[in-house]
């Protein structure tokens, strides 16, 4: 038995993250606040006069679709073809949040689910500045992983709904694409077999799946990955140069 106002070592240890994504929610509802009520859209346009924003595309799927060869091929396209783009990818896990992350992950550590989903969102919103400052500068940004992730795996578990994850990612950004490589959990199985992180199970990915398309919207592209790397990617290219062409200047709604 715990004694009163004595945290057990785990959550001791979680104190700073949990309360670094409670008090950036807070600042960032106090900004929205600011800007006026009911505004629906993230500060990424308020950038130097004639300088046009970049594009936030993202790259989705369960585990085995191919999204991190996938995402930096196509960085590598955009920047031959003079379309100034970087990569990023969620989890961070070199931050001191990342870190933490990467043990759970990794079957180092154990946490009640709800703190790591609070911990990915955490992860998140610690990267929302260079997010922001990335595309004020007119630098579009491939992210492997998103929120959509964060909710659709952590909902996959027992006892945890949608909507509740998807409250603590609620203000980042909403992408210009969501590039959502479809597959079966048979056929990425077929693919060499999942990993020995967690959540790597075909049981757990069929749930993330079903969360996966529940979460679609209209800024979601559906491909099927079923298909060579070289032809996927001549998919994949055709889309995201159409979404960096047809950008426009104003301010990327939020999510949620």
């Given amino acids: 038995m715990l004694r009163t106002g004595v945290l057990p070592p785990t959550l001791f240890n979680l104190r700073r993250p949990l309360l670094l994504l409670l008090s950036t929610h807070i600042h960032s509802c106090q900004k929205l606040g600011k800007m006026g009520a009911g505004r629906k859209s993230a500060s990424c346009s308020e950038n130097k006069e004639g300088v046009k924003r970049g594009t936030l595309m993202v790259m ?18 955009l920047n031959s073809a003079g379309k100034h783009t970087v990569f990023m990818r969620f989890p961070e896990r070199s931050t001191h949040i990342g870190g933490i992350i990467d043990k ?14 609070l911990l990915f969102s955490a992860n998140r ?42 409250g603590s990612d609620a203000g980042l950004p909403r992408p210009d694409l969501v590039l959502f490589l479809d597959l ?3 056929q990425a199985l077929s693919r060499g077999g ?26 979601w592209k559906v491909i099927d ?7 996927l990617q001549e998919v994949l290219r055709t889309e995201v140069l159409n979404a960096v062409n047809s950008v426009k200047q104003e301010e990327l709604p939020i999510l949620w």
Wanted: hydrophobic share 30%; charged share 30%.
């Fill in 60 to 77: 989705e799927g369960c585990d085995r679709t191919g999204k991190t060869t996938q995402a930096k091929q196509l960085v590598e396209f």
């Fill in 104 to 117: 759970y992950l990794s079957n180092k550590q154990e946490l009640d689910d709800r703190a790591i989903h």
């Fill in 125 to 166: 919103w610690e990267l929302l500045p260079e997010i922001q400052k990335v595309l004020k500068s007119g630098t579009n940004i491939i992210i492997d992983r998103y929120a959509y992730s964060g909710v659709a795996f952590s909902a996959a578990k027992p006892g945890m709904s949608l909507e509740w994850c998807k």
């Fill in 184 to 186: 079966t959990p048979e």
């Fill in 194 to 219: 999942y990993g020995t992180e967690r959540y790597e199970s075909q049981k757990f990915q069929e749930r993330v799946r079903e969360n996966y398309h529940s979460l679609k919207d209209n800024s």
């Fill in 225 to 231: 990955a079923d298909r060579t790397i070289e032809k």
